[in-house]
Nanobody, 127 residues
Framework: QVHLTESGGGKVQPGGSLTLRCAAS????????MGWFRQSPGKEREGVAS????????YYAASVKGRFTISQGDANKTLVLQMNSLKPEDAGVYYC????????????????????WGQGTQVTVSS
């Protein structure tokens, strides 16, 4: 079983920056992909960015490309999401997700493609 712990959410003004971190623990050996999804009230959960370990491939939603950067953290199976030039529409609860065991699929369309989820961290973008 994989346990995910997020940190780094908070409140920032439009144009500001935040850094989110996610640490995976438990049976993580065969986890090849991890990513971030977000959800705001009344909206479906949407993919933000994902990362394929070993290959170092990042994937981004069109709405965040050029502003967000996903990368591997210092420890094994950790993720860092650097969010710059934040907009009010970026606000929501951000969830870290781990892909299915030994599965290289790293898409951002269907949350059901991911097997494990963190508890979420709130991001507020407001002046």
């Amino acid at each position: 079983q994989v346990h995910l712990t997020e940190s780094g959410g908070g409140k920032v003004q439009p144009g500001g920056s935040l850094t989110l971190r996610c640490a995976a623990s438990g049976y993580t050996t065969n986890i090849l992909c991890m990513g971030w999804f977000r959800q705001s009230p009344g909206k479906e959960r949407e993919g933000v960015a994902s990362f394929l370990f070993g290959h170092g491939f990042p994937y981004y939603a069109a709405s965040v490309k050029g502003r967000f950067t996903i990368s591997q953290g210092d420890a094994n199976k950790t993720l860092v999401l650097q969010m710059n030039s934040l907009k009010p529409e970026d606000a929501g609860v951000y969830y870290c997700a781990a892909g299915k065991e030994a599965n290289m699929y790293c898409g951002l369309v269907n949350p059901s493609d991911y097997a494990s989820w963190g508890q979420g961290t709130q991001v507020t973008v407001s002046s």
